[in-house]
C-alpha cells in the first residue's frame, strides 16, 4: 500500500533555532513530492515540488530534500520565527497508472515559541 | 495572477440534502483535483478532471460526483448528505505541463458542516 508518514506529529521549538521537518513514503516509483504549509482552517500553500530526478529544491529559509532509495524526505527551515507556525503536509505522486494523485502524510504541526 | 477560488467558503446543511460547490482554477490551468480533510481521515482524493473529463477517482460512494467545463471550472456535489459528510472540501489546480512538474495548487477550501 502506498502510504505517506510523517512523524513527530507535533513539534515546539524556539524562535530563531534551524529545525528539519521528515517524510517518509513506502514506493520509491513517484514522479514528485511536495512540501505544504496549512494554517488553521484555512486551505494549502505550496512551499516546494522536488521532482523525482531532483535530490533537493530552495526557496528563501526552506530547503527541502529528496531520497528516493530510502523513501525519505527532510525540509529544513532555517533561522525559525512564530509566523512559521503552522502544520506542515507533505504529498507524494506515485506512479500509479491511472490513478496520479497526491497521497498526503498526516502533517506535523509546528509552533514556535518567541 | 489570481489563485484559486472556492465558493462558497461555508456552507451548513442537514442530513438528506444535496450540496454542490464551485472550484475556479488559476487562468491556464487545465487540471482540477478535488480533496477532503476531517480530523480522522486527514486530506483524501475524490476526482480530478482535465478537459472536462473525469480522469482519476478517490474511493468515496457514488453520492460523491464532479464534473468540469469547457473553461476549466468545476463543481462537486454531494447528494443525501450524511454527518460524516462534514469536512473542509478542497479544490486544486495544476497547469498538467508533464507529471514530473505538476505542481499543484490549492484553493482556500469550502467548510462544509452537515446536522
Known amino acids: 500500500k502506498q502510504e505517506v508518514t510523517q512523524i513527530p506529529a507535533a513539534l515546539s521549538v524556539p524562535e530563531g533555532e534551524n529545525l528539519v521537518l521528515n517524510c517518509s513514503f513506502t514506493d520509491s516509483a513517484i514522479y514528485n513530492l511536495q512540501w505544504f504549509r496549512q494554517d488553521p482552517g484555512k486551505g494549502l500553500t505550496s512551499l516546494l515540488l522536488i521532482q523525482s530526478s531532483q535530490r533537493e529544491q530552495t526557496s528563501g529559509r526552506l530547503n527541502a530534500s529528496l531520497d528516493k532509495s530510502s523513501g525519505r524526505s527532510t525540509l529544513y527551515i532555517a533561522a525559525s520565527q512564530p509566523g512559521d507556525s503552522a502544520t506542515y503536509l507533505c504529498a507524494v505522486s506515485y506512479r500509479t497508472f491511472g490513478n496520479e494523485k497526491l497521497t498526503f502524510g498526516t502533517g506535523t504541526r509546528l509552533t514556535i515559541i518567541p | 495572477k489570481a489563485g484559486v477560488t472556492q465558493t462558497p467558503r461555508y456552507l451548513i446543511k442537514t442530513r438528506g440534502q444535496q450540496v454542490t460547490l464551485s472550484c475556479s482554477p488559476i487562468?491556464?490551468?487545465?487540471?482540477v483535483s478535488w480533496y477532503q480533510q476531517t480530523p480522522g481521515q486527514g486530506l483524501q482524493f475524490l476526482f480530478e478532471?482535465?478537459?472536462?473529463?473525469?480522469?482519476n477517482k478517490g474511493n468515496f460512494p457514488g453520492r460523491f460526483s464532479g464534473r468540469q467545463f469547457s473553461n476549466s471550472r468545476s463543481e462537486m456535489n454531494v447528494s443525501t448528505l450524511e454527518l460524516g459528510d462534514s469536512a473542509l472540501y478542497l479544490c486544486a489546480s495544476s497547469p498538467w505541463s508533464n507529471r514530473e512538474n505538476n505542481e499543484q495548487f490549492f484553493g482556500p477550501g469550502t467548510r462544509l458542516t452537515v446536522l
Open positions: 478532471y482535465f478537459s472536462e473529463t473525469q480522469r
Open positions: 487562468s491556464g490551468h487545465r487540471s
